[in-house]
C-alpha cells in the first residue's frame, strides 16, 4: 500500500493525545519534523493519575514545561506520608530532605483534564498537527510493516495517513500492541480501583496542603488521598476484588464507604467534605508490552507498560518514555534509518525503570513486607528506597533487591522491552 492522492504523509505519526503522545509530538515538532497527532477526545477530557513524583522535573524540564507549571493553579506536592488503619500517621516525608528545593524538590497534585489540555497545546505550539475527536481504528500495513494508520473523525469521514513510524500512545487501552498480541499480564498485580472526589474536607496546612496520603485498609488495601486545587480531593481505594466485594457487596459506592470506615485518618478527613462526583470503577492489572516496538511502531507510556498506581508513577513513566520516543525516532529520520533495532536502547532504559518500580510494588504488597522493616535491618536502605519511590529509577538497585528479598520474595525481571528483530 502506497500513500494515495487522498492521503497525507509525515514523518511521524502518533495515536493518542495523553502525555506519553503529547510529549513525543512535541520534542518532534520543536525539531522540525512534521508530525501528525490522533486523539479520540476533545480536551479537556478527564483522565485519572493526578499525583506526580519528583523526578517529572527533568521530562517537564526537558519539554520546556516548567515555567508554565510554576505559573499553573496546581496544588504544589512537597511530601507523602503513610497512615495506619488506626489513624496513625508517619512523619511526612519531605522531597526536600534528599533533594533540591528549587528543582526536583517540589512537584504537583494535576486535574489531569488541564494538565493534558495544556500539554497538547504545548505540542499544537511546537507545530504538531493535532487533530481531537478522530480515533484510530486501523494500522495500515506493508508486509509486516505498519506504514501509517486509518483516521475516522467523528463527522464519519475517513482517511488515510502515512508515516515511516507510527507511535502508539493509546494508554492502558493499548491499541497496536493488543492487535499485536504483545501484550502481557502482571500475573499478581491484580487489584481494582474505585474513586471520587471531595470537596470542603480536611487538608493540611501550609507546605503539607499538598500531600499525597496513603492510608492503609486491612489485607494490603490502600486509599489515596490527593489534595488538588480548587478545594477538591481525589480520594480512592485500591484492594484486591475479593476483599472489596466480601460479603455479597457490589455497588461501588457502598464499598468504597465500607473501607472509610476502616481507615480513621480517611474517614475524620472526609467527614467535613461533600462527596461531588461519580463513583470511578477501574481494573487494576498491570501490564506489559513483550515488545517495545516492531517495523514502523513504537510504544509509549501506559501502552508500553502499565503498573499498578501505588507509587504514583505513570505520568513520569509516561513523560520520560514520550521525550526519549522523541529523541530516538529524531535520530532515526535524520539517520534516514528506522528500523525496530533503533529502539533498543530506548526499550531497555524504559523497562530498566518499570522494573525498578515493580519490584517495589510487589514488595508493598506482600503480607510480610514494610519499608520500615527493611530501613531497621539495613539503615542504608531508606535513602535507595526514597529514591526509587521518587522516580530516580534507572539505577542499579540490586543491593537494595537483596535487603528486601530478606523480608519478601521479589519478582524476576519479565524478558521484555527489547524491539522485535533484535528479539529473535
Ligand atoms: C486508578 C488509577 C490511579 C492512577 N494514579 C496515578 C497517579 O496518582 N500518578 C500518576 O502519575 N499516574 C497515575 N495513574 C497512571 C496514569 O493515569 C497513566 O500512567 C498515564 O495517564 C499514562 O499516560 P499515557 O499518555 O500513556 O496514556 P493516557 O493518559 O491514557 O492517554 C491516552 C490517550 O489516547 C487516546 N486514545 C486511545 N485510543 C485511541 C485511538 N484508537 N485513537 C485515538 N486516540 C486514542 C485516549 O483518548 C487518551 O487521551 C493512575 C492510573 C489509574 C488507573
Not at 396 to 416: F, G, K, M, N, V
Amino acid at each position: 500500500m502506497t500513500p494515495s492522492n487522498n492521503s497525507l504523509a509525515f514523518d511521524a505519526i502518533i495515536i493518542g493525545g495523553g502525555p506519553a503522545g503529547a510529549s513525543t509530538a512535541a520534542i518532534l515538532g520543536e525539531q522540525g519534523h512534521r508530525v501528525l497527532l490522533i486523539e479520540r477526545e476533545k480536551f479537556p477530557r478527564y483522565h485519572i493519575g493526578e499525583s506526580l513524583i519528583p523526578f517529572t522535573f527533568g521530562p517537564l524540564e526537558r519539554l520546556g514545561l516548567i515555567p508554565k507549571m510554576r505559573a499553573s493553579c496546581f496544588t504544589k506536592k512537597y511530601s507523602v506520608s503513610f497512615v495506619q488503619p488506626d489513624g496513625k500517621r508517619s512523619q511526612p516525608f519531605y522531597f526536600f530532605n534528599r533533594y533540591d528545593r528549587e528543582t526536583v524538590a517540589q512537584t504537583w497534585q494535576v486535574s489531569r483534564a488541564e494538565f493534558d489540555h495544556m500539554m497538547l497545546d504545548h505540542a499544537r505550539e511546537r507545530g504538531v498537527d493535532v487533530r481531537e475527536e478522530s480515533s484510530v481504528h486501523k494500522l495500515l500495513m506493508d508486509g509486516d510493516k505498519v506504514i501509517g494508520v486509518e483516521v475516522t473523525e467523528k463527522s464519519g469521514r475517513v482517511y488515510q495517513a502515512f508515516a515511516p513510524i507510527t507511535v502508539d500512545a493509546t494508554g492502558k487501552e493499548a491499541f497496536a500492541s493488543k492487535q499485536k498480541g504483545w501484550r502481557m499480564n502482571d500475573p499478581y498485580l491484580n487489584k481494582i480501583a474505585i474513586w471520587t472526589y471531595y470537596k470542603g474536607s480536611k487538608r493540611g496546612e501550609g507546605i503539607d496542603e499538598g500531600a499525597t496520603t496513603i492510608a492503609f485498609v486491612p489485607e494490603k488495601g490502600w486509599f489515596w488521598h490527593i489534595p488538588l486545587h480548587n478545594d477538591t480531593v481525589s480520594v480512592g481505594i485500591v484492594a484486591e476484588g475479593k476483599y472489596l466485594t466480601r460479603g455479597g457487596v457490589k455497588e461501588p459506592r457502598a464499598m468504597f464507604e465500607r473501607e472509610v470506615e476502616q481507615n480513621l485518618w480517611i474517614k475524620e478527613h472526609l467527614a467535613t467534605g461533600e462527596c461531588t462526583q461519580e463513583f470511578w470503577v477501574t481494573s487494576e492489572y498491570s501490564r506489559h508490552s513483550k515488545y517495545c516496538a516492531g517495523p514502523g511502531l513504537l510504544l509509549t507510556g501506559d501502552a508500553f507498560a502499565f503498573l499498578d498506581p501505588v507509587f504514583s508513577s505513570g505520568v513520569m513513566l509516561a513523560l520520560k518514555s514520550g521525550v526519549l520516543a522523541g529523541e530516538t525516532i529524531h535520530e532515526g529520520l535524520l539517520a534516514g534509518d528506522l528500523s525496530p533495532a533503533r529502539f533498543t536502547a530506548y526499550g531497555a532504559t524504559m523497562r530498566e525503570g518499570v522494573e525498578n518500580m515493580r519490584k517495589l510494588v510487589y514488595a508493598f504488597y506482600d503480607v510480610n513486607f514494610s519499608f520500615k522493616d527493611v530501613v531497621m535491618r539495613h539503615p542504608e536502605a531508606g535513602d535507595l528506597i526514597t529514591d526509587c519511590l521518587s522516580g530516580d529509577l534507572n539505577r542499579d538497585y540490586s543491593q537494595l533487591w537483596e535487603w528486601i528479598r530478606e523480608i519478601a520474595p521479589l519478582p524476576e525481571t519479565l524478558p521484555y522491552g527489547s524491539p522485535l528483530q533484535a528479539a529473535v
